[in-house]
């Protein structure tokens, strides 16, 4: 669990990063914008790589069983999937009435997912995982609010945008439902 550990810090604390906007700008100083832009892009590959690998070592070695989550609660997972997915589609900057009333899709999307998992898993590395990414996506919206980002524009009106955004959001919903045995090695769907 220790590469797991190792590329959650990585990962989070160079996202982190982001959000401390004085010693970022200190870095981008010293080092130059597209020096920074490159490492802050090796560093966070090299986290997901930690991160998928300690992961999938940590499971092939056996699941540290916390708790057992009820079956209600993978049904609720599988629900808030679909939200997850539309606010990641909005990520897509073309103005929408959803993009909007989420104002950081992309941070609405993560906490949705990792609670989403949360709920499902009851075992350590999963509690670690999923636990540490929702932590971090509160943390983070904390941030931008304090620094007064107010996020994409509130719309009166659905737009054609909403529809694209819905339509993909569904669209990768569904292909996660039956790729998620694949990439994931866990079944979203128990037969």
Same mark, same amino acid.
């Given at each position: 669990?220790?590469?797991?550990?190792?590329g959650i810090? #990585? %990962?989070?604390?160079?996202?982190?990063?982001?959000?401390?906007?004085?010693?970022?700008?200190?870095?981008?100083?010293?080092?130059?914008?597209?020096?920074?832009?490159? #490492?802050?892009?090796?560093?966070?590959?090299?986290? %997901?790589?930690?991160?998928?690998?300690? %992961?999938?070592?940590?499971?092939?070695?056996?699941?540290?069983?916390?708790?057992?989550?009820?079956? @209600?609660?993978?049904?609720?997972?599988?629900?808030?999937?679909?939200? &997850?997915?539309?606010?990641?589609?909005?990520?897509?900057?073309?103005?929408?009435?959803?993009?909007? @009333?989420?104002?950081?899709?992309?941070?609405?999307?993560?906490?949705?997912?990792?609670? &989403?998992?949360?709920?499902?898993?009851?075992? /350590?590395?999963?509690?670690?995982? %999923?636990?540490?990414?929702? /932590?971090?996506?509160?943390?983070?919206?904390? &941030?931008?609010?304090?620094?007064?980002?107010?996020?994409?524009?509130?719309?009166?009106?659905?737009?054609?945008?909403?529809?694209?955004?819905? !339509? #993909?959001?569904?669209?990768?919903?569904? &292909?996660? !439902?039956f790729l998620?045995?694949?990439?994931?090695?866990?079944?979203?769907?128990?037969?």
């Amino acid at each position: 669990m220790l590469v797991l550990i190792i590329g959650i810090i #990585v %990962f989070l604390g160079v996202h982190t990063l982001t959000a401390l906007r004085e010693t970022r700008a200190g870095i981008i100083g010293r080092i130059g914008l597209g020096a920074y832009k490159g #490492v802050h892009s090796l560093l966070a590959l090299l986290g %997901f790589v930690l991160i998928v690998w300690g %992961f999938s070592h940590y499971r092939a070695g056996g699941l540290i069983h916390v708790w057992s989550p009820p079956v @209600w609660t993978r049904h609720l997972t599988i629900s808030l999937m679909w939200f &997850a997915f539309v606010a990641l589609a909005c990520v897509n900057p073309a103005p929408s009435r959803i993009r909007g @009333w989420l104002r950081h899709p992309m941070l609405v999307a993560i906490k949705i997912w990792a609670l &989403a998992h949360l709920l499902a898993n009851g075992d /350590a590395g999963g509690m670690l995982l %999923f636990g540490s990414f929702l /932590a971090w996506a509160v943390f983070d919206r904390i &941030a931008v609010k304090k620094r007064g980002d107010l996020g994409a524009p509130r719309i009166l009106s659905f737009t054609r945008a909403d529809a694209i955004n819905l !339509i #993909v959001g569904s669209v990768a919903y569904v &292909a996660m !439902i039956f790729l998620h045995p694949i990439l994931i090695g866990v079944p979203v769907i128990l037969r």
